[in-house]
């Protein structure tokens, strides 16, 4: 594996929840904070969520309070619980190491909030 392999997007009305997980490859997610990132269309990829090695856990200001990242050291996942989700937050979701290395990057998953 030499990408990142993104799941769990989908259609989701607002006010609705969708659980995303991510497969890193083992060099990779042992040796580095992990992060979720999105870009929604005509707008740049933002970092929404971080999770350090150690387990740390910090969130850009529109996500926080809504969305949980967690790490499975285990099996290599990193996940993003997103709860309360609002129509702003669609957007295509990636996962990578944070600073994010660019070979990594994969096709993402969609996340659309609409009613």
């Known amino acids: 594996q030499v990408q990142m392999v993104e799941s769990g997007g989908g259609l989701v009305q607002p006010g609705g929840s969708l659980r995303l997980s991510c497969a890193a490859p083992?060099?990779?997610?042992?040796?580095?904070?992990m992060g979720w990132y999105r870009q929604a269309p005509g707008k740049e990829r933002e970092l929404v969520a971080v999770?350090?090695?150690?387990?740390?856990?910090n969130f850009v200001g529109s996500v926080k309070g809504r969305f949980i990242i967690s790490r499975d050291n285990g099996k290599n996942m990193v996940h993003l619980q997103m709860n309360s989700l609002k129509p702003e937050d669609t957007a295509v979701y990636y996962c990578?190491?944070?600073?994010?290395?660019?070979?990594?990057w994969g096709q993402g998953t969609q996340v659309t909030v609409s009613s």
């Open positions: 083992g060099s990779i997610f042992n040796s580095n904070d």
């Open positions: 999770i350090s090695s150690g387990g740390s856990t």
């Open positions: 990578n190491a944070v600073p994010w290395i660019r070979r990594l």
